[in-house]
């Protein structure tokens, strides 16, 4: 039997295998009537199987199309709200609607993501029960490759599920400057896995999203423009207060600082005495991203104003040559040597010894 069916499969005759003879009539029709009975006592199962198999493929495709239609409308109707908000009065500066926008978007691609691997997954291990197919061994398998898979990538899983928290949150988005420990910058590009920064020089920051253990955002909500004036210890105070407020008034009357300036400039007092000095804040609520141009325009208008008050600042002008005392004459002359007077013991001690008179006679 091993031996023809070995003959068989390698398409040569055993040379003592008798020779086939002719097929009758009787053993086709048996033959043909063997294999109709097969196919009439299958049939039956194999349309059950097949059909099972496209109602399977139709509901999860159908259930697929339903729920990525559901999140489509979702994401519009959050768009339409973001736009809605951006008409009403300081809409544009507390809502980004582009930022939502991008924002919407990416939670909806991963949400569509999600959906058809879940809906899909599931069908595909239907199909596979309806062929008979044992599924405990199979998940087994996938249960233990996804724990190793789990191991080795566990910084790539944490980086994608902080990605997809923190684009849920809205913690930050493209155009933020951000200080997230690691680096700081202008966000330009919000991924699943990684954030890219533009710093203060020009460089680009790759940050994983998994690194970020906390993230400053400094272009949500306001922020605080911060200046510090360093002035002489005698200067008048309440002089000193009257100049900041006049240049704090004209900065609130001038374009573009009046959009920029959420509150007014105020001079907060004195934060440092010390002998040589004193150190006088000023500070303005600004719109968040404009604390450093409104802090570098007071100090130009603050310098400017105290120049023209007369306040000196430290380390600004000097003082006049007429306000110093005047030089000691004598202290360029050099004092009188003791050696000068042949009296001073220090001349008696210098002078040569007289040899003593011959005491012989």
């Not at 048996?30 to 139709?58: C, F, H, M, P």
């Not at 009403?88 to 930022?99: F, S």
């Not at 980086?159 to 949150?169: A, N, P, R, T």
């Not at 002359?333 to 010894?353: E, F, G, I, K, R």
Request: proline letters at 6%; charged letters at 20%; zero cysteines.
């Amino acid at each position: 039997m091993t031996a023809s069916l070995l003959s068989a499969l390698s398409g040569s005759r055993d040379p003592s295998a008798p020779e086939p003879g002719p097929v009758t009539f009787d053993e086709a029709a048996k033959q043909a009537g063997d294999a109709a009975g097969w196919v009439e006592q299958n049939w039956s199962t194999w349309l059950n199987t097949g059909l099972r198999i496209a109602l399977i493929l139709v509901v999860a495709l159908v259930l697929r199309m339903l729920v990525r239609r559901a999140l489509t409308k979702l994401i519009a109707r959050m768009n339409r709200s973001a736009q809605a908000v951006e008409g009403t009065a300081l809409g544009g500066l507390l809502v980004n609607a582009e930022r939502r926008r991008q924002r919407s978007e990416a939670i909806g691609s991963v949400l569509r993501s999600v959906a058809s691997f879940l809906i899909l997954g599931t069908a595909g291990l239907m199909i596979l029960g309806a062929f008979q197919i044992d599924l405990a061994p199979l998940l087994a398998s996938a249960g233990v490759a996804g724990v190793a898979i789990g191991f080795g990538a566990r910084n790539l899983v944490t980086d994608f599920l902080s990605g997809v928290f923190m684009i849920m949150e809205d913690q930050y988005g493209v155009g933020d400057s951000v200080d997230a420990g690691v680096a700081s910058g202008e966000v330009i590009e919000v991924g699943l896995r990684v954030t890219k920064l533009r710093g203060d020089d020009g460089e680009i920051w790759y940050v994983r999203n998994g690194e970020i253990k906390r993230i400053g955002n400094l272009s949500q909500g306001w922020a605080t423009a911060t200046v510090d004036v360093t002035v002489r210890p005698t200067e008048d105070l309440d002089r000193v207060r009257e100049v900041i407020g006049t240049v704090a008034d004209e900065l609130a009357k001038t374009e573009p600082w009046n959009e920029q300036l959420w509150g007014p400039v105020e001079t907060l007092g004195l934060t440092e005495v010390l002998l040589d000095s004193m150190t006088v804040r000023v500070s303005a609520k600004t719109m968040p991203g404009k604390a450093l141009p409104v802090e570098r325009e007071v100090r130009w208008r603050i310098k400017r104003a105290f120049d023209a008050a007369g306040i000196r600042i430290v380390g600004g002008l000097p003082l006049p040559a007429d306000d110093a005392p005047a030089a000691d004459p004598s202290a360029s002359v050099a004092p009188p040597s003791a050696l000068a007077s042949p009296t001073s013991p220090q001349s008696l001690a210098a002078a040569p010894l007289t040899p003593p008179p011959n005491l012989t006679k």
